[in-house]
């Protein structure tokens, strides 16, 4: 390849650029996940550093599992935030590491439907998640979330706003690279108005090391054997949490689909997609035992991708060692939990928003059929006790000399999966839409 053909033509191997540009392109990928990685442990709780840390170490296990040759990032999944509020409602430190079990155990699902994708192809697997199932619970998901974006917006509205116009701004009328990072704007943009407003306590940064372990022990899975664990409360973190992982792994086909016609490779065929899908899940259970967010791959460094038309999986592997040593820096992480409850809650509010309005593109960009009785019936059921126990209390049930707690989207994932694999007249196909096959993706 000539010189002059650079940049114009997509590059497979970014050493043609030289370690300048691949150091560059490598902080560019950076900047595009670090907004929406880092918003969920400031949302949940969870660990900023440990979240960098994971993100960057199951990156790298990604790459590992596939083969090194699909060039995606993995950072943080915001499906898996109502499962985190459901267990630990206000981030407490103690409930948290049994959130995080949950998480872990979701990614051994991911592990055990790889091995049902690998055997009996997608297909069979797929027509028990059909969009009347998985769009109405990821509709559920995004309502479940609404109340805390309010409530964090209400402390100071004006901080909301700025934050909320420029997500919105940069999502409908920006350009390159400012289309691919709303989330980290809007988060920027609103967290400097706070501060020139004097809205932000900055005590924490000053007090904070430079240099620290990302994570600790108390704040891990671990933690909970270390003495007599809540066995209830383990159980109903799985069944709560492990629902969500359906609405996941439909994301992570599409975004395989995403990549695949970026790079005009086929990587669901080669290395495949119960590789890539053993990558995702086997990343989320590692950085849920050690107190860090579930990990997808990212639509923002897919946008990278397509906008620089450089390829080489070298130059993610590059971000995610950039984002490990990040992870050391406690001021940094310091910087980021003093973001104000304002701009978390307007950046929050918009993402909750569109977590929702995916739900309704899933169910109509494939067609559903809703003069169907079946289709209406399952729908319904799973609006409704989602939301309902949502706002009328959990299901208790009570098992020998414990009790297992079940919220509403657990309710509602396991009635939607129940009534569709019992039900007949089942309709959905996998593979014969590829818009629709590929519709959900919780990217902002």
């Known amino acids: 390849m000539k010189r002059k053909d650079i940049g114009q033509e997509p590059i497979e191997d970014a050493r043609l650029l030289g370690t300048p540009r691949m150091l560059l392109l490598a902080f560019q990928h950076l900047f595009a996940m670090f907004g929406a990685t880092v918003l969920v442990p400031t949302l949940t709780g969870l660990s900023v550093s440990a979240t960098l840390l994971f993100a960057g170490i199951g990156t790298l296990i990604f790459h590992l599992l596939s083969r090194g040759i699909v060039p995606a990032f993995l950072g943080s999944s915001f499906a898996f935030l109502a499962g985190y509020f459901a267990i630990a409602p206000n981030g407490e430190p103690e409930l948290l590491p049994y959130a995080c079990f949950g998480v872990a155990v979701s ?41 805390s974006a309010i409530t964090n917006c209400k402390t100071n509205p004006w901080i909301a706003i700025v934050a909320i116009v420029l997500v919105v701004v940069c999502n409908i009328w920006g350009r390159g690279m400012i289309k691919i990072i709303p989330i980290l704007i809007g988060v ?16 924490g940064i000053a007090d904070a090391a430079w240099i620290g372990l990302p994570f600790k ?32 792994m439909v994301e992570h086909i599409g975004d395989m689909c995403a990549i695949s016609s970026t790079c005009g490779k086929n990587f669901l065929e080669t290395p495949g997609l119960h ?110 006790t989602s939301i309902g126990i ?32 019992i039900l007949p007249g089942k309709d959905y196909e ?12 919780f990217k902002v």
């Open 107 to 147: 990614g051994l699902m991911y592990a055990i439907i790889a091995a049902v994708f690998k055997v009996s192809g997608t297909k069979k697997v797929m027509r028990y998640f059909p969009p009347i199932v998985t769009g109405p619970i990821i509709i559920a998901i995004g309502l479940s979330l609404s109340g």
């Open 188 to 203: 920027f943009g609103s967290y400097l108005v706070a501060a020139l407003t004097n809205n932000v306590d900055f005590s």
């Open 217 to 248: 022990m108390e704040s891990t899975v671990f933690s909970i054997f270390a003495n007599k664990p809540d066995v209830g409360l383990l159980i109903t973190a799985a069944v709560t949490i492990v629902p969500l992982s359906i609405a996941t």
């Open 275 to 384: 590789r890539t899908l053993l990558g995702d899940g086997i990343a989320t259970t590692l950085a849920a035992l050690f107190g860090a967010p579930a990990n997808t791959t990212y639509g923002e460094n897919t946008g990278v991708l397509a906008l620089s038309k450089v390829y080489d999986p070298r130059v993610i592997r590059i971000t995610a060692v950039i984002a490990i040593l990040l992870s050391f820096c406690p001021k940094f992480s310091a910087l980021i939990k003093a973001m104000p409850a304002a701009t978390i809650g307007g950046v929050s509010l918009v993402l909750y928003g569109m977590i929702a309005a995916v739900g309704v593109r899933n169910v109509v960009e494939n067609k559903v059929d809703f003069t169907n009785s079946r289709n209406v019936i399952i729908a319904a059921l799973i609006l409704v």
């Open 390 to 421: 949502s706002y009328t209390g959990n299901l208790v049930i009570p098992v020998g000399s414990f009790n297992i707690t079940l919220g509403g989207l657990a309710v509602a994932s396991i009635v939607g999966i129940a009534l569709n694999a």
């Open 430 to 441: 996998f593979g014969r839409d590829l818009q629709g096959d590929t519709s959900v993706n």
